[in-house]
Each structure stands twice: as structure tokens, then as C-alpha cells.
T-cell receptor
Framework: AQSVTQPDIHITVSEGASLELRCNYS??????LFWYVQSPGQGLQLLLK??????LVQGIKGFEAEFKRSQSSFNLRKPSVHWSDAAEYFC????????????FGAGTILRVKS | GAVVSQHPSRVICKSGTSVKIECRSL??????MFWYRQFPKQSLMLMAT?????????EQGVEKDKFLINHASLTLSTLTVTSAHPEDSSFYIC???????????FGEGSRLTVL
């Protein structure tokens, strides 16, 4: 069965520091991979997605992610974190045979200290 | 980008009553919409796939008679929580495929509190 693992439940970084959020997936075929961000009490906003092609994808708000097939990973990075980045981040894999049905990871809560 | 809207954003109801949540695709047609449920401090769990003009497909463990889904048009899917109980209190989020791009657009979510 498809699954997504985000090993870090909470991460705290200082404002201006770099960030990496980890994501590993289990899926038999070539995955569609996504990162979403959720602010408290709100819906999800897509940060970036990978379908094919260049394995380093750029997203909104200065985020990027790299797809590494050999490691089944799709880690999210940002070179310099801003206080407004504090939120919960979800990695997800799209199950192709069901169209865009997504399987989500458990999420990583990012705290930014000034 | 494509917009998905949910209504109401918050609803409080008494135990035993039914609550309807609407999910609309505002600027595109969606033959398929997805309903997710999010428990506090947890991830999103897919409840069901809503198909326009046909029956919804429910995930294992989701009660079909408790969570009624209707997808009567290409821009509207509704989730009705019937005979709601406090354990149904949750954050419900819908999503729709924005024009076959493989990208899902999410609604703002609806927070249900059952007293």
C-alpha cells in the first residue's frame, strides 16, 4: 500500500536559518509528489509538485524540493526561513490509478524562533 | 489558479442533528472531488471520492450511511453528516482536480463541532 512518512513531527529553526523537511514515500510506480502548507484552522495551500522531468522543483515562497528516486525521498528546503513560514507542512503522494487521490504524511509542524 | 470554496467554514450543531457541507469549484468543472477529514494535530485522511452523476466511493472504515455524499453537478459536491455525534467533530476539507492537471485544489475547510 502507498504510504508517506514524515519523520519529524516538530521542527524549530531560527529566523534566517536554512530549513529541510524530510519526506519518504512508498509507492510502486512513478509518483506524483506534493508539498502543502496549512496554517492553523485553514485549508491547504500547494507549495510545489513533482510530476516528471527535473528532479529539483521550485515552488512558491522560496521553497524547493528534490525528488530522489533511489532514496524514495522528496525533501522540502528553504535557504532562509521567515517567521511567516511557521505552519504545518504535509507531504503527499498522488496515487495515479485513482487519479488525484492523495495519501498524506502525518505532517511536520514548523516553529520559527526570532 | 483554480478556486475551491467550502461552506460553511464553521458549524456548531446539537447531537443527533444532520449537517450539510458544500464544496464548490468556482472557475472550473470537476467530475471528481475528494473529501478529507482531519483530526486535531493529525494528518488528512481521505474519506471518499465524489463522482459527478454516480455514487461516491468510500474508503475502508468510512460509514456510507453516516457521511452522505452527493455530487449533483460538475461544480458542487455536498457532504452530509447524518445524526451527528460529538466524535464526528472534526475539520472536513474537500478538494477537486483543477482541469486535469494532476493538481488538487483544496477548499478552506469546514470545522464541525457537535455538542
Amino acid at each position: 500500500a502507498q504510504s508517506v512518512t514524515q519523520p519529524d513531527i516538530h521542527i524549530t529553526v531560527s529566523e534566517g536559518a536554512s530549513l529541510e523537511l524530510r519526506c519518504n514515500y512508498s509507492y510502486g510506480a512513478t509518483p506524483y509528489l506534493f508539498w502543502y502548507v496549512q496554517s492553523p484552522g485553514q485549508g491547504l495551500q500547494l507549495l510545489l509538485k513533482y510530476f516528471s522531468g527535473d528532479t529539483l522543483v521550485q515552488g512558491i515562497k522560496g521553497f524547493e524540493a528534490e525528488f530522489k528516486r533511489s532514496q524514495s525521498s522528496f525533501n522540502l528546503r528553504k535557504p532562509s526561513v521567515h517567521w511567516s513560514d511557521a505552519a504545518e507542512y504535509f507531504c503527499a503522494v498522488g496515487v495515479q490509478e485513482y487519479g488525484n487521490k492523495l495519501v498524506f504524511g502525518a505532517g511536520t509542524i514548523l516553529r520559527v524562533k526570532s | 489558479g483554480a478556486v475551491v470554496s467550502q461552506h460553511p467554514s464553521r458549524v456548531i450543531c446539537k447531537s443527533g442533528t444532520s449537517v450539510k457541507i458544500e464544496c464548490r469549484s468556482l472557475d472550473f468543472q470537476a467530475t471528481t472531488m475528494f473529501w478529507y477529514r482531519q483530526f486535531p494535530k493529525q494528518s488528512l485522511m481521505l474519506m471518499a471520492t465524489s463522482n459527478e452523476g454516480s455514487k461516491a466511493t468510500y474508503e475502508q472504515g468510512v460509514e456510507k450511511d453516516k457521511f452522505l455524499i452527493n455530487h449533483a453537478s460538475l461544480t458542487l459536491s455536498t457532504l452530509t453528516v447524518t445524526s451527528a455525534h460529538p466524535e464526528d467533530s472534526s475539520f472536513y476539507i474537500c478538494s477537486a482536480n483543477g482541469g486535469g492537471t494532476g493538481e488538487l485544489f483544496f477548499g478552506e475547510g469546514s470545522r464541525l463541532t457537535v455538542l
